[in-house]
């Protein structure tokens, strides 16, 4: 799940320019700040009851360098604390006080290494007696992000009653949804922060239980999935959002399965904005069904399992980018249900039946794989790489994902499966199939009581039913 913020940047830089263009200024000419003049723009349309003589203050050979000023003081008030400061900088409208505010109150809660803002000269337009332009913000949470984390937004600046210029708007739905489309939990509603060991979780309407239930399978997460995935580039710690308002999931065009209301969990990764489309940050969002398991007085195995699941593929970040998608996912259930006992580890009734039957002969596309088989898909996956760590080693799902990293971009799986084990992709699939059946088959029928220790369960996954 994956954005292109950078295109997206050039989109608004396009859409900027022509809008520029109506506005008066010429966006051929080179990209210096519209000098504001004391009558009003003659492009501008004129309206009925006519708008307010323009009451611009003091015309600064430098608007662009005064609107920059008023963001870099709003930066310093978030980065120092200073809510009064902070609200300085906007219109003292009660509606404007009261969002400004509320993403001031956000903003205050993040670890910010680095947090500011760049006006983009050649994107003011003027409007009345406001000027509009297209803002870059920086967010980089400590230690979580690699990168800064770059996005756009739009504000509207106006003069202050005491001179200077304020902000009167930082909403621009219509803009923000073509130009940045997925906006972070902050940006849209109140929420709340909970740090823990390697774990900043963002929550909204969660209660104090549930937020601490989540931290603490986040926390015990991460040290399982440490020990078991051999890569070391994400440190250990993730960002967890366990959000009940759907906007951030519905805001995502490529969501597995395609539905939000249907996912437990999902990682997605957060573009640095960057030419380059460089990550700044594999991050976590939960369903909030998930939550009140975390407030459960025992630990919720399967929620652990779920955090489990998605934390793998933050400790894989890129590295399984190129491969299959199967692979991915593969790892990321095999390696998330090592913590159970093997007769918790459950397997789709469908799944088993097919693989008992012979019909699972080949892995799933990246088309498919998350088609209404999925479930199916995930099993399979997931034996393949119980019968690459029984056979080769605990390594060997993550070797074969790094010859997929070593291999050409489009290099087709089967290749790559062949030029780096033994068998084909179909008999991986078989293999990995077998194995499932052969594990969980019924223990044959005991037709006296014997020793009640004798009888119980099969334990799939043990040497002795896996040979
Ligand atoms: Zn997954």
Do not use: K
Request: hydrophobic fraction near 40%.
């Amino acid at each position: 799940v994956s954005t292109r913020p950078s295109a997206l940047l050039a989109v608004a830089l396009a859409a900027s320019a022509a809008l520029a263009g109506c506005g008066g200024s010429d966006p051929a000419s080179e990209p210096t700040p519209v000098v504001p003049s004391t009558s009003a723009p003659a492009s501008e349309p004129p309206s009925g009851g006519g708008p307010p003589p323009l009451d611009l203050p003091e015309v600064s050979a430098d608007l662009a360098g005064d609107l920059q000023a008023v963001l870099d003081a709003r930066a310093r008030a978030v980065l120092t604390g200073d809510r009064a400061a902070f609200l300085d900088g906007v219109a003292p409208t009660p509606d404007l006080v009261t969002t400004e505010g509320g993403y001031f109150d956000n903003m205050v809660q993040l670890p910010l290494a680095e947090f500011s803002y760049r006006l983009l000269p050649a994107s003011l337009v003027r409007t009345d007696n406001a000027y509009w332009g297209v803002v870059e913000v920086v967010v980089q949470l400590s230690p979580y992000d690699a990168l800064p984390v770059r996005t756009v937004d739009r504000y509207r600046f106006a003069p202050g009653r005491a001179g200077g210029y304020r902000i009167t708007s930082t909403r621009d739905l219509r803009w923000e949804s073509e130009n940045a489309p997925v906006q972070q939990p902050w940006d849209t509603e109140p929420i709340v922060v909970r740090e823990g060991d390697g774990v900043l979780g963002v929550f909204d309407t969660a209660d104090r239980r549930e937020r601490a239930g989540i931290v603490a399978s986040v926390e015990r997460g991460i040290l399982d999935v440490s020990a078991r995935v051999p890569f070391a580039e994400w440190g250990s710690r993730a960002v967890v959002y366990a959000l009940s308002d759907p906007r951030f999931l519905e805001s995502f065009d490529d969501l597995p399965g395609g539905d939000p209301q249907a996912l437990d969990g999902v990682a997605f990764t957060v573009p640095a904005g960057t030419d380059d489309n460089a990550i700044a940050s594999t991050r976590i969002a939960l369903s909030p069904d998930l939550l009140p398991l975390a407030s459960a007085r025992r630990v919720d195995p399967e929620l652990d399992r779920l955090v489990r699941h998605e934390l793998v593929h933050v400790a894989l970040g890129e590295e399984d980018d190129v491969a299959p998608l199967w692979l991915g996912e593969g790892i990321a259930e095999w390696v998330s249900v090592q913590a159970l006992p093997p007769q918790r580890r459950e397997v789709p009734d469908r799944a088993l039946a097919m693989a008992t039957a012979g019909q699972l002969t080949t892995m799933p596309s990246d088309e498919s794989f998350n088609d209404a088989d999925a479930s199916v898909h995930y099993a399979l996956a997931w034996w393949v790489c119980e019968w690459l760590a029984l056979t080769y080693g605990p390594d060997a799902p993550f070797t074969l994902l790094e010859a997929f990293n070593r291999s050409e971009p489009d290099a087709d799986p089967r290749e790559v499966i062949r030029a780096s084990t033994p068998v084909t992709l179909d008999e991986l699939a078989r293999r990995g199939a077998e194995l499932m059946a052969q594990a969980y088959a019924p223990e044959p029928e005991v037709t006296e009581p014997a020793d009640p220790t004798e009888t119980s369960t099969t334990a799939p996954g043990e040497e002795e039913t896996t040979g």
